[in-house]
């Protein structure tokens, strides 16, 4: 910086340069994202400071000097830069295991131009992780620079320690008298190596992990009331070939019991309030993870009065033979307001979006219980990569705190396209656009508003269906889903004899009620074409020539309009959408279509579905699932898109699709029912990594009139199945084989079936 740098202070910048002393190997674009400085802003010599270290730890530049000048009444700012020479190749010594070709592919990292410290340091750890990934858990890499031999520019060498190859083939305790070798693998994320490690990566050697297994497995002894549990350490023992066998050994103590639990000085609770709360009492067990869960609980409480600095100690006192006393040592600190919510890292969602989602509002009591639900809500939105909520001190003085909500944008725009298939509609060409943050008044980016977009299209030999959605979740500034949508549906695959069309708009208004309950009501406008195959008015005349009646089906050939009205009471307390391990879901709905509405048919129905699931012992899952219908016209009939069917790979999985209910006796053609029970058990257990093998039973019945919920046709399969989730995508995947038995129908017993499908939920 010149001398007369001072004289600057609080100038207007006209001008910031760069000047290289030096070949030009770093880009002027890159080294302008190091500083603040911009022309137009205000000179300060501790901005100046900030951006001569910047540029320093940038690791692009060896040394960094600032040149002011006057320019008129301002200053123009050069930063004359020495830049790192340029590296020429990057070379590697030491490797045996993998070649030169191969670790410079891994690296990551590139020759040309110069490479800063963290590019280095990245490309570092991708070749420890390379490593580490093929079984080599000590390898240790550093590196050096050095004059390349072209006499220009500096060559890059990795110098590389590759250590043992350690593949582990087998994971045992020893001293482990009270859980059986299994219980206690199930603790860790190491595991052996198996036949489907190339799919779930067992068998590597991560010593990091190791550590944190290893306390996993003693937290695991400490919760069941094994106070003193300790381990020396893992034991790593050779077996040949690259593989080893990893020991634990463990001493396990005596059980420990909790004679009773108390608590330090309190002010803001009575003990009386608390001990309903907690969870480890005394006469239990001496439990880690329910004494860690009522601290949490503790704080919890305190936070939801404003006490956002409240602390909870632990204090375990011996109280006789096997017996310990748990105090809970409570700091209270002082009760806080909410200053101010500052938002920063939204690039592209409006602060709007992401404040009406924030249940704090400047001069509320502090309540740190809400700054946990603030990040649940903000990551269920599926908006950001990383959220981060906390408090700090408020500008508005000591007795209030800020909440600070920092969020990482990640994309929310989707295009997919594929081919699938499933065993209903055979195979299905699709192309998916999705906009979870869209903004329909942003015309230039369309995102940031918060609103759900989707477009669909899919083509098939079976099906042709397209459909454009938009969801505003909060209209009118209310908790208040507006949803539109337009859609076109050529379903052939609902029969042999007829072809469905459906096409038209619907609109939904969705009302949380609690946090586990809504209200849904919708208005539907379609028209319904339903074009029956000429081949059914043969064996009409047929069937009339007999002397018998004609098929039902020519009644239902024809163009309807559908004018509907529904509303739907749901709960919902499950843990997830897919993959559900805990909760339960029910869902109670009601139909009325009528003239009376503008369209010409006239029905009305009641539909009740729920589903209960059960995380249970080695994270396996008992789901079961239930639903009753009924339809009735209030003129003339039901028609035949409106009646009720099972059968297929989301009921009963042992029959066809659509193929259990009342048939046309012409056609032998499932024509639907008016009232309708389904019931299923279901039992996954996890196999490997996002795999699970399901065994299910299901039964239902189809009964033709309507408010007939007599169970005495009764059909049931039983069968097993396959959950499987790729790793390229979310999208799980059943394959589930079942087996009729019982059919009161003999036309729908057609043997073992095979159902497969994309989507499910379980």
Same mark, same amino acid.
């Given at each position: ?16 340069? +760069?000047?290289?002393?030096?070949? $030009?190997?770093?880009?002027?674009? &890159? ?100 490593? &580490?990934?093929?079984?080599? !858990?000590?390898?240790? =890499? ?14 890059? =060498? ?14 045992? +305790? ?18 052996? $190596? ?43 023992? !050779?077996?040949?070939?690259? &593989? ?20 330090? $000085? ?62 809970? &040592? ?40 809400? /700054? ?60 998916? /656009? ?62 042999? +004899? ?117 995380? /249970? ?83 239902? +019945? ?43 129908? !003999? ?16």
């Amino acid at each position: 910086m010149s001398a007369q740098a001072q004289d600057f202070e609080g100038k207007n910048v006209t001008g910031v340069d +760069f000047r290289y002393d030096g070949p $030009k190997t770093v880009d002027e674009a &890159r080294l302008r994202n190091y500083i603040q400085l911009r022309q137009g802003s205000t000179y300060k010599t501790d901005t100046i400071d900030s951006d001569i270290k910047a540029l320093y730890e940038s690791g692009f530049v060896n040394d960094v000097r600032v040149l002011a000048e006057p320019v008129g009444s301002g200053v123009r700012v050069v930063y004359a830069v020495v830049p790192r020479e340029v590296v020429v190749a990057v070379g590697f010594v030491g490797n045996t295991v993998y070649g030169d070709s191969k670790l410079a592919k891994a690296s990551k990292l590139k020759a040309g131009g110069a490479l800063s410290d963290q590019m280095i340091l990245e490309a570092r750890n991708n070749l420890e992780n390379y490593y &580490r990934d093929a079984g080599y !858990p000590d390898v240790s =890499i550093s590196h050096r620079v050095q004059p390349s031999e072209t006499g220009q520019g500096t060559d890059l =060498i990795f110098v590389i320690d590759e250590g043992g190859k350690n593949e582990i083939r087998d994971i045992r +305790f020893e001293g482990n008298n009270t859980f059986d070798q299994r219980t206690l693998r199930r603790q860790m994320s190491v595991k052996e $190596k198996s036949l489907f490690s190339f799919f779930t990566k067992a068998g590597r050697f991560e010593v990091e992990q190791l550590d944190e297994d290893l306390e996993s497995v003693l937290d695991y002894y400490r919760s069941k009331g094994y106070l003193r549990v300790s381990s020396p350490g893992v034991r790593r023992e !050779p077996v040949g070939d690259g &593989r080893v066998d990893l020991v634990i050994p463990i001493s396990e103590g005596e059980k420990y019991t909790v004679k009773g639990v108390g608590f330090g $000085k309190m002010s803001v609770f009575t003990e009386e309030e608390l001990y309903p709360a907690m969870t480890l009492n005394g006469g239990d067990a001496y439990n880690s993870k329910k004494m860690r869960a009522d601290m949490t609980t503790i704080r919890s409480y305190y936070g939801s009065r404003g006490y956002a600095d409240a602390t909870v100690t632990p204090d375990i006192r011996d109280a006789g033979p096997n017996q310990v006393n748990v105090i809970y &040592r409570i700091t209270e600190g002082s009760r806080f307001r909410v200053g101010s919510v500052n938002i920063q890292g939204n690039t592209k969602t409006q602060d709007r979006v992401i404040r009406r989602e924030v249940p704090l509002n400047p001069d509320d009591y502090f309540n740190s219980v809400e /700054l946990d639900t603030t990040k649940a809500r903000l990551e269920g939105l599926q908006y950001f990569g990383d959220v981060q909520v906390n408090s700090s001190p408020s500008a508005r003085g000591g007795n209030y705190r800020d909440v600070d909500i920092l969020v990482q944008e990640r994309r929310t725009g989707s295009i997919t396209a594929g081919i699938g298939f499933s065993s209903i509609d055979s195979v299905v060409g699709f192309v998916n /656009l999705e906009q979870s943050n869209f903004d329909i008044r942003n015309p230039w980016s369309f995102t940031g508003g918060g609103q759900r977009f989707a477009m669909d299209l899919r083509i098939g030999s079976e099906r042709t269906d397209f459909g454009i959605s938009l969801v505003e979740p909060w209209f009118m500034g209310r908790q208040l889903a507006l949803g539109g949508e337009l859609f076109y549906r050529d379903s052939q695959y609902f029969s042999d +004899f007829y072809e469905q069309t459906n096409a038209g708009m619907a609109i939904s208004l969705r009302k949380p009620l609690t946090e586990r309950t809504s209200i849904r009501g919708e208005y539907r406008l379609e028209k319904i074409s339903i074009d029956v195959d000429p081949s059914v008015a043969v064996l009409s005349a047929n069937s009339v020539a007999g002397g018998g009646l004609p098929s039902p089906l020519l009644f239902e050939d024809g163009d309807y309009i559908r004018s509907a009205l529904s509303a739907n009471w749901v709960y919902d307390s499950r843990d997830a959408l897919i993959e559900t391990r805990e909760g339960s879901k029910v869902d109670i709905g009601v139909h009325v279509a009528g003239t009376f509405l503008g369209g010409d048919v006239d029905n009305y129905g009641l539909t009740m579905r729920g589903s209960k699931f059960w995380n /249970l012992k080695w994270d396996s899952i008992l789901s079961v699932d239930g639903e009753l219908a009924f339809v009735d016209a209030t003129s003339g009939t039901v028609p035949i898109f409106d009646r009720l069917y099972l059968g297929g790979a989301r009921t009963l999985r042992g029959f066809d699709f659509r193929d259990v209910g009342p048939r046309d006796p012409v056609t032998g053609e499932v024509i639907g029912g008016k009232s309708l029970g389904f019931a299923s058990v279901e039992y996954t257990i996890p196999v490997i990594d996002n795999v699970r093998f399901a065994t299910f039973y299901d039964m239902g +019945f189809v009964n033709l009139d309507a408010w007939d919920p007599s169970p005495s046709d009764l059909y049931h399969n039983v069968g097993v199945g396959v959950r499987l989730r790729l790793p390229v995508s979310p999208v799980p995947i059943a394959l589930d084989y079942a087996i009729p038995i019982e059919s009161p129908d !003999p036309l729908a017993d057609q043997g073992g079936r095979f159902q497969f499908s994309l989507s499910y939920e379980y």
